[in-house]
């Protein structure tokens, strides 16, 4: 039988050792958050500096130094003497890995278990670093392909103007008297999704703008209701005119 010195010994080890491993693990995750943060402040046209990470990932400018720090030393970030951070081909490639995972764990959160498209998106902000290669793939088989998320919003983060040019505009600049469909919405603000869900404006729904007020509220028409829509939530929200 071992002592009980012995057993309390091999506790300690394990203790640190279990301690150690949650490090790295949470190194992994808030390195991939950042690789995908920029990738995506970048893809909507953002002049990406460390000022916009902190408010992005809401953390302080001193966390943020000090991760770049890492992202730099690993070869995932360079960053320009004005200070404009930008993604080498090793870090684009982890961001678009981990946007790949977030947009397959929404997809799977949603199309299998029935999770309301509310709850999807910080579902899979926490899930998306824990999804191995082959679970990545059985995800591809089971899901199949398609273009975009519950939100709307497809792999590949689209710009406002690659959006425009694909005819979608602000509903905040949709003209009155005018019929449109939602594209997509916003999803990084819970606050906002949960609004949208209450009011009933999500993708594919159709709407009608009846009239646009000076105060910039929009009189929209959605399934026979009538309601009053203020331009904070209507910027959110992208939508293609019905033909
Ligand atoms: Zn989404």
Known sequence: MPSAGAVTHGLVVSYAQAQASIEIMMITISKENYLKAIAEAEAEGNTVISAL?????????????????????????????????????????????????????????????????????????????AVSPAFEEKLVKLLGHKETCPHGNGLAV?????????????????????????????ERDRKLLEFLQETGIRPGIHLKVESRNYDGTSILKIENKRMALGSPVAEKVWVAQER
């Open 53 to 129: 990470l902190a408010h992005w990932l809401s953390v302080t400018p001193p966390a943020v130094t000090a991760a770049l720090k890492r992202l730099r030393r690993d070869g995932l970030v360079t960053m320009t003497k004005g200070g404009r951070i930008q993604l080498t081909p090793e870090g684009r490639k982890v961001a678009e890995r981990t946007i790949l995972r977030h947009h397959l764990i929404e997809r799977m959160l949603s199309e299998i278990f029935g999770m309301e498209w509310v709850d999807v998106h910080e579902e899979a902000e926490r899930l998306e670093h």
């Open 158 to 186: 689209m710009s406002p103007a690659q959006r425009r040019k694909k005819g979608q505009r602000l509903l905040s600049e949709a003209e009155a008297g005018s019929s449109y469909h939602v594209c997509s919405v916003y």
